[in-house]
């Protein structure tokens, strides 16, 4: 028995799995910033992109249509590498978050979950029936409030399911800030194969980790849609 | 700063090697689509026949595989396959050293990953065809292949069809990913020629308005194709 639990501390996959894991914070923590602030840049979009200033929703609609037209790693890299090598931003105050690749990765991640997400809810905001709004407008509800109250809400917990989608998409994009040399799982994992050029250990060490993190994320929804869905659960 | 002039045709520009790398990125996508469609086909009879094991092996597949970053499927494929093959070949006793070529290692690496969300666009087309229908069918005496070409498919094709175009989407920017392993697509390619000309802005913008260029192009063909095949379903 000690012989066995010797051999799984000494096999490739339970080192990597720690090594691995120290990257963990650095993936949370790219997911910590750029999730809360897409999701707020997202309802703004949306609201933009419903709003009646054609100005505004036209500007909008194309930013949507070129970040979803074009694939994440061009935005990476288009932050890190094209914006570097501009020479007024490098001797702007742009440079200071610039330089680093948290921060680009940051940037990207942002940039390109609110363009999802605010097409997300532009649906959930349109899919909101005229009735529910009069009623709002019948009661005296100012434009703020009934915003507040009826529109996002509703909208909110209507697109739940495609934004939790959303939101694990954004889990596995972060991978991608690894090829700006940012350090986590998977940049780590890339160091332990070129080292020990064991890929299957080393992939796999993060593949359960990302999974684990996607299951945290399911159930994280799950919960949100439990608990703002009221009317729909079974037995209340 | 965006260089206009390192874009022409020719030695003196970029602008052939781009066209090149287009056409390799557009190969890899449908090659790995079609290669997608067929292993989604596999996953979905998998998951629909009354089997717990091949349903548990495909739900296996489809779970971790959509659960798991593209870029580490990517590397696994790319760093493993060579090592998998090569222990498929010797059991047949073949010992020389295989590698797979790049454009083989990409191709299955974006059909592995493609198929998973292929499989779930046919799975729910599937389960929209009425049982009755393939009921009425086993009473005019159809046999299963024709069951399959004659009922089922048309149906799931044009049901499948808004999903299956939002998955080529996916599927088109995936293989920006690829760059990682050598082979020079859109995505290498601006890498190489920003190394070289040291103006990385002006290639990555222009991999950005190609690849614009190539999902704007896709989505009219597939509206075109909706139109075509739910014709007299019109709502």
Not at chain 1, 125 to 143: A, R
Not at chain 2, 185 to 214: D, G, K, W
């Amino acid at each position: 028995m000690i012989e066995f639990l010797n051999s799984i501390q000494n096999s490739l996959i339970y080192k990597n799995f720690f090594l691995v894991l120290s990257g963990l914070d650095n993936t949370i923590l790219l997911l910590l910033i750029s999730l809360p602030l897409g999701f707020v840049l997202a309802l703004l979009f949306a609201l933009g992109r419903v709003s009646k200033i054609t100005l505004f929703s036209r500007t909008i609609a194309s930013y949507i249509f070129v970040i979803r037209g074009t694939p994440l790693l061009v935005q990476i890299y288009l932050i890190y590498f094209g914006l570097g090598s501009v020479k007024f931003i490098r001797e702007s105050f742009l440079w200071y978050a610039l330089k680093e690749p948290f921060w680009c990765g940051v940037i990207a991640l942002t940039i390109n979950t609110v363009a999802y997400g605010a097409e997300i809810f532009r649906g959930g905001i349109q899919s909101i029936e005229k009735s529910q709004v009069e009623s709002g407008l019948s009661l005296g509800f100012g434009k703020f409030l009934l915003l507040r109250k009826i529109i996002l809400p509703i909208a909110i917990r209507k697109v739940l399911p495609s934004y939790g989608n959303e939101l694990i998409l954004m889990v596995k994009a972060t991978s991608l800030v690894s090829l700006t040399t940012y350090m986590e799982m998977t940049g780590i994992a890339r160091k332990i194969m070129a080292k020990t050029f064991a890929p299957v250990e080393a992939f796999i060490a993060a593949g359960i980790l990302y999974l684990f993190l996607n299951f945290l994320m399911v159930q994280f929804v799950k919960y949100l849609e439990w608990k703002y869905n009221p009317h729909l659960r079974l037995n209340n | 700063m965006f260089k206009f002039d390192k874009l022409v045709f020719g030695d003196a520009g970029w602008g052939d090697e781009f066209l090149i790398a287009t056409l390799m990125t557009l190969l890899v996508s449908i090659l790995s689509m079609g290669l997608g469609l067929f292993l989604a086909i596999i996953t979905v009879w998998a998951k629909i026949i009354q089997n717990r094991i091949t349903r548990f092996i495909a739900n296996f597949y489809t779970t971790v595989i959509r659960g798991v970053p593209e870029l580490l499927v990517i590397y696994l494929i790319f760093f493993g396959g060579n090592a998998v093959v090569m222990s498929v070949a010797k059991v047949f006793g073949y010992n020389k050293y295989i590698e797979l070529n790049a454009l083989t290692i990409a191709t299955i690496a974006i059909a592995v990953i493609s198929a998973t969300y292929s499989s779930e666009v046919l799975r729910a087309s599937y389960l929209a065809i009425p049982k009755g229908q393939i009921e009425a069918a086993r009473a005019l005496g159809m046999n299963k292949f024709s069951i399959f070409f004659k009922v089922i498919s048309p149906q799931v094709i044009r049901h499948a069809l808004p999903g299956i175009g939002n998955v080529w989407q996916i599927t088109l920017k995936d293989t920006s990913l690829i760059s990682v392993t050598g082979l020079v697509e859109i995505m290498r390619q601006s890498r190489i020629s920003s190394n070289v000309e040291h103006s990385p802005l002006t290639f990555l913008i222009t991999a950005a308005i190609l690849y614009l260029c190539l999902t704007t192009i896709s989505g009219r063909v597939f509206k075109t194709l909706e139109v075509n095949y739910s014709k007299g379903f019109s709502t």
